[in-house]
């Protein structure tokens, strides 16, 4: 089992920045954020393979967040800047041990998640 907790979250307004963390209890190949606004589905937002480093984005945020990871602290971090109202949402950290699975941005590709953290972006 990997336990992972969000801390970061908070309120900003519009063209401010955040940076979330999440610290893992134990390694895990592969780490992702995602993003749930209310009455929508769960949204991939950045995944990290923590061996290589390499990195997926949605296409909302790219040139906005940077997903990196400290792997001596099993730390994931999501640096947000220039937000939006429309990146307002509860993020959640999620990760997984496999190598392979699902596509990246898809809720079955990890097995475990964090219990989330609020984002909100006043105009």
């Known amino acids: 089992q990997v336990q992972l907790v969000e801390s970061g979250g908070g309120s900003v307004q519009a063209g401010g920045s955040l940076r979330l963390s999440c610290a893992a209890s134990?390694?895990?190949?592969?780490m992702a954020w995602f993003r749930q606004a209310p009455g929508k589905e769960r949204q991939g937002v950045a995944r990290?393979?923590?061996?290589?480093?390499?990195?997926n984005y949605a296409d909302s945020v790219k040139g906005r967040f940077t997903i990196s990871q400290d792997n001596t602290k099993n730390t994931l971090y999501l640096q947000m800047n220039s937000l939006k109202p429309e990146d307002t949402a509860m993020y959640y950290c999620?990760?997984?041990?496999?190598?392979?699975?699902?596509?990246?941005?898809?809720?079955?590709?990890?097995?475990?998640w964090g219990q989330g953290t609020q984002v909100t972006v006043s105009s």
């Open positions: 134990g390694f895990t190949y592969t």
């Open positions: 999620a990760a997984d041990r496999n190598t392979y699975g699902p596509r990246w941005n898809s809720v079955s590709r990890y097995t475990y």
């Open positions: 990290i393979y923590s061996g290589s480093g390499s990195t």
